[in-house]
Nanobody, 127 residues
Framework: QVHLVESGGGSVQAGGSLRLSCALT????????LAWFRQAPGKEREEVAR????????HYADSVKGRFTMSQDNAKNTLYLQMISLKPEDTAIYYC????????????????????WGQGTQVTVSS
């Protein structure tokens, strides 16, 4: 069973950058869909970035495309979300998520498709 712990959130001004980390315990490369979601106050949880398939490419929400990059370091069992050119509308709690699948299995873009979640980390972007 995968256990996830996020870190790296904080407060920045618009145009700034942050890198979120998600430490993965019990994770083996090539066995899970991995994703980042976010939830702003009063809004539903939404996809930010995710594996298209296990071991495959990355899909980004239109709102973050070109500004956010999801990557992982399998040696450190860590998932990252590098965020640049941050905007006030990026303010939210950010969650990493995982779901055990077989290699090359399709990964969902919906929160219901993930069975393991981190506790979340707050990102606040001021104008």
């Amino acid at each position: 069973q995968v256990h996830l712990v996020e870190s790296g959130g904080g407060s920045v001004q618009a145009g700034g950058s942050l890198r979120l980390s998600c430490a993965l315990t019990g994770y083996t490369a090539g066995t899970d869909c991995l994703a980042w979601f976010r939830q702003a106050p009063g809004k539903e949880r939404e996809e930010v970035a995710r594996d298209v398939s296990v071991g495959g490419d990355t899909h980004y929400a239109d709102s973050v495309k070109g500004r956010f990059t999801m990557s992982q370091d399998n040696a450190k069992n860590t998932l990252y979300l590098q965020m640049i050119s941050l905007k006030p509308e990026d303010t939210a709690i950010y969650y990493c998520a995982a779901d055990r699948r077989s290699l090359r299995a399709y990964c969902s873009g919906r929160p219901i498709g993930y069975s393991h979640w981190g506790q979340g980390t707050q990102v606040t972007v001021s104008s």
